[in-house]
């Protein structure tokens, strides 16, 4: 099941990349439904808020009708900054399932882990790898071609 949500944070991942964002995209489920969608616009909008995981998370709170978001699980294709991270411990996400570690800005296992963090109010379930090359490779090839363009 993990894979089959990735897959569509990946679709969400696309819609970056065609927007010429870094492709990350997150979905979060509940019951076996999509209930949130994001993907990063924040040079689009000019916003620095504007990653997947805040974009997915308001999208649930629309949907779900409130701010927390218990029986959760946030699908995301790069492991969360410390933001985003701070947001799903604030939503009460119950599940965080991670493609690709980011071990530069990741704060949810590789750098920093702050959704898991015993002090805070609430922690999250944490799995990661779930599709990791598929969404590896789709942060490589748009810096590769990001990297050619400056040529």
């Not at 819609?15 to 979905?27: D, L, R, S, T």
């Not at 900054?81 to 949810?108: F, P, Q």
């Not at 296992?109 to 590896?136: A, F, R, Y």
Request: proline share 2%; net charge negative; charged share 25%.
């Amino acid at each position: 099941m993990d894979e089959i949500f990735m897959k569509e944070a990946l679709k969400e991942a696309r819609k970056a990349y065609e927007i010429n964002e870094v492709p990350i995209g997150a979905v979060i489920v509940r019951n076996g439904e999509i209930v949130g969608r994001g993907f990063n616009q924040k040079e689009t909008l000019k916003d620095a808020t504007l990653h997947a995981e805040i974009s997915a998370i308001k999208d649930a709170c629309r949907n779900l009708g409130g701010w927390r978001l218990p029986g959760c699980t946030m699908y995301v294709t790069l492991e969360p900054c410390s933001m985003c991270a701070g947001a799903l411990v604030n939503a009460r996400v119950e599940r965080l399932v991670i493609g690709a570690s980011d071990y530069k800005t990741g704060a949810c296992g590789s750098v920093l882990n702050i959704v898991q963090m015993e002090k805070l109010n609430h922690q999250i379930d944490v799995q990661s790898g779930v599709l990791e090359n598929e969404c590896s490779d789709i942060l490589k090839m748009f810096f590769e071609e990001l990297r050619n363009s400056k040529k």
